[in-house]
């Protein structure tokens, strides 16, 4: 009777091993489980950065006709997101102050509002004068609401450059069709005020002996 007692006693533990076996493995998919989470989280987080990456700017709630005055009853803001700043640049932001201003020209319902639609009153009493500039002769990027300066090239060797007008705005810029040679040329709009006016025509006197300018201001 002792030696049973004995040897039943020496005979079994095997239940430990099988306790840290299964602990280990619990481990293991805990580890899993935050890895899951943090990855999760990340993308999570990049996808909200993503959807923020956009822009609030005002777009015409119905047709915009010149010369009316600009209100913000009639805009809506609308979020988009440009793949450039440049882009975004070309259009008014919705923090932008419209009080005083006049449509410049026509937006058309649901229309983002460019930059050169929103204009001072000022420019809507200005004379329109088209010139025919040669490329090379005005910034490659010249756009709608630009302010130049207008000078004239004399076609004549040794003759200084000519300034015709100082500060006046770009109304409209069109390409047209090349002339003899090749030269591209663009067809270019701006605007005067009542001052400029008494200089016209000397202006177009040497612009028929010359070549008009564009420079490009800043602001």
Do not use: C
Not at 24 to 34: A, T
Not at 91 to 116: I, M, N, S, T
Not at 167 to 186: E, F, W
Request: hydrophobic letters at 40%; a neutral charge.
């Amino acid at each position: 009777m002792v030696d049973t007692a004995v040897r039943s006693g020496f005979g079994a533990p095997s239940a430990p091993a099988q306790r840290n076996r299964k602990a280990r493995w619990k481990d293991g998919r805990l580890v899993l489980g935050v890895l899951l989470v943090a990855v999760t989280a990340l993308a999570g987080a990049k996808l909200l950065s993503s959807a923020d990456d956009t822009t609030t700017i005002w777009a015409a709630k119905h047709d915009l006709k010149v010369g009316v005055p600009l209100t913000d009853d009639d805009l809506t803001t609308v979020r988009v997101r440009f793949t450039s700043g440049d882009d975004s640049g070309k259009y008014l932001a919705a923090d932008f102050d419209v009080k005083g201003l006049v449509v410049g020209r026509e937006v058309g319902q649901g229309e983002f509002v460019p930059k050169d639609a929103a204009v001072p009153k000022s420019d809507q009493d200005r004379t329109e004068l088209p010139l025919s500039v040669a490329t090379g002769h005005l910034p490659s990027d010249t756009a709608i609401g630009d302010i130049v300066d207008v000078w004239v090239v004399p076609k004549e060797e040794g003759q200084p450059a000519r300034p015709l007008w100082s500060s006046v705005r770009v109304l409209q810029i069109d390409s047209v069709k090349g002339v003899a040679g090749g030269t591209g040329r663009r067809q270019v709009l701006v605007g005067l005020t009542s001052a400029d006016l008494p200089r016209i025509p000397a202006a177009l006197t040497a612009i028929g002996a010359g070549e008009p300018t564009l420079v490009r201001k800043d602001g």
